[in-house]
Structure formats: C-alpha cells, structure tokens
C-alpha cells in the first residue's frame, strides 16, 4: 500500500532551487552559444533534454526506499570496477582521453557513475562501522583502498579532475564520520608527500596546466590562454555586468570553452558581481539544505548518503569556480546543473534524487 506521507514530505523547495539553477544554467547555454551559426541541433535545447532526462531520474529514484541500496552497494562497486578495467581497454578515445564504453548504442563514462557508487559504498561502510571516538589509521584501510582503487584507475584514462573529485568526495565523508587526531595527521602528511611524488606521474599537458596555473603568462596563447580570457571575461563584467548577449569575450568568440567548463565566465561578465554572488548564494542553499537533510535522517545510512552528495555538489562548484578566477589549475570540471553536458547532469540529478528519498522517508522506520 503506498504511504501518502512520501508525497506529504517531498520537498519541493529543493527541487525548485534545483530547477532555478538549471533554467538560469539553460539562459546562459543560449547566450554563449548564439553566435554559433551550425545545422547541428542548438546546446541548450539539448541541455533542456537532458534535464528533463535528468528530473524523470529525480522521480524513479524517488519510487524506492533508499534503504535497499546499502544492501546493493558492494555489488555495484564492484561492477563499476569492472566498467573501469574495461575503459582501459576497450574504451572510446576522445581529445587525448579514454574514458568512455560502448554499451548497446550508448556511451557510458564509468568515472562519473562513481561518484554515486563511491557515496553509496561508503555510506554502508561508515554506517556500519561507526565510532564515538572516531576511525583510528587501522580502521581507514579499507575506505582508503575503496577510493583509492577507482581513484587510479581514473588517473589513467587519464581524468585528473575526476580522480580528484572522488578523493574529495570520500575525505569529506570520512571527516564526517570522524577520524582520530594521529590518523588525521599522518595521512594528512602522507597525501602532501603523495602529491609532491605525484607530480612525476602526471602526464605532460597535466603538468603544464599546473605550471599555467602558477604563472598564466608563461604561455599567452597557449596553455595559459584558458584562464586569462576566462580572468578578463570575470572582471570585465564589473559591479552589474555588461547585459544579457552582451558580453564580449564570449559573444566574440574569445572565450573558449564557454558552454562547458567556463560557463560562469560568460554568466560573470554579463551579469557581473551582483549576478555572481546571486547565483553563488542560490548554490550555497543548495549544500546546505543537503547538509539539513542529513542532519534529519532518521538512520545512519540517510545521513551519509547525504553528506556524500552534498560533498559532491560542493567539490564541484568549488573546483570549477576555483577554476575560472585562476584560484586552481584548469581541470575540467563542470559548473553542476549550469555547464553543458548531459553526463554531468544525469550525475547530478542522480544525487539530487537521493537527497529527495532521504527526505522524503524521514518519517517511516
């Protein structure tokens, strides 16, 4: 029998917010692309099918108790892995990457459906193995092995921004869960000997975009001409912005990129600071309504599960944002909900249907 209160407790201000990001993201597709003279089918009205993809996987999400996925949460890790294995050898190759597969027509990225997998996965791992005085250095193998594996199967597609992405995603969680004082330092200690061993690992382009991201200048109209049409984008928008179609680094075609990782640059330079710091509140909302849904949860699971996809939602704003304005090296990483792209968006809304099922059961044991 169906328990009306699901529909009672659905939260629909959420998903408004989710919505006012996507139509505002959408307006933005429009302006960036107007320019484009193409017979191909215009971006924003496939990013428009894709959010309405995306909201039909809100609400088949929304169907099931939650619950049930802790039970399946190994099972899909592994399975995933196994995607993983078989991008390494079979995959799609794409502007230098191979991060894709072919499955009955589509194609898949595996490292994005880890994001999911790793938040459910840890969240039955931390659930189940709480502690009141938080995870010795023992006691974090495990979750270090779960992120770790992907993590470096990710790297060598390669994917640095990804790879990244699920590191930041499983860190916020075990911070959640707590983690004792020495254990905090020594791995604190070893990620930042990892990093500096890392370096001789990365590949070429890697190591150049973190070089530009030191010193932009070194490479004017090369690897640094990203972040410096994207720095002058920002700050040519001003107080209040030059106006909707009227910037002139994007509607000039100066801005490359402008559709995917560097959509908030066109949105800054049009709207300007008042419109940037808009949007960023209306963001801000969005984490910390994930973060109240957790702290509303009436089991462990619930809350995990939402603080690893309000960590997800907010690594990536961080990290594109952080991108844009020359704060981090150029990545790759979305805008979540405002940059084009339909696996990023299916990502998302994925965990945005997530967020809705804790929610929305908070009230059935």
Partial sequence: MFDRRLITHFDWTYLLLILLVSGIGIANLYSATSSWTTAAQP??????????????????????DYRHLEYFSFPLYGGNLFLLLLVLFIGRTSMGATRWISLGGFNVQPS???KIVIIITLARYFSEKARVIGFSL????????????????IMKQPDLGTAMLVLFIGGTMALFAGVQRSAFLFVAASGLLAAIGGWFLLHDYQKGRILTFLNPERDPLGAGYHIIQSKIAVGSGGLNGLGFMKGTQSQLSFLPERH??????????EWGLTGGLVLLAIYCLIVIWGLHIALRSNDRFGMFLAVGVSAMLFWHIVVNLGMVIGLLPVVGV??????????????????VGLLLNVSMRRFIF
């Fill in 43 to 64: 971006v924003y009205l496939k990013q428009c099918y894709w959010l309405g993809l995306g909201l039909l996987i809100v609400f088949i999400v929304c169907l099931f």
């Fill in 112 to 114: 994005e459906i880890m």
């Fill in 260 to 269: 995917t990782d560097f959509a908030f640059s066109v949105f800054a330079e």
């Fill in 334 to 351: 979305p805008l979540p909900l405002f940059s084009y792209g339909g696996t990023s968006m299916v990502t998302t809304m994925t965990g």
């Fill in 138 to 153: 023992s006691e974090l193998i495990i979750p270090a092995l779960i992120l770790g594996v992907p993590a470096l199967m």
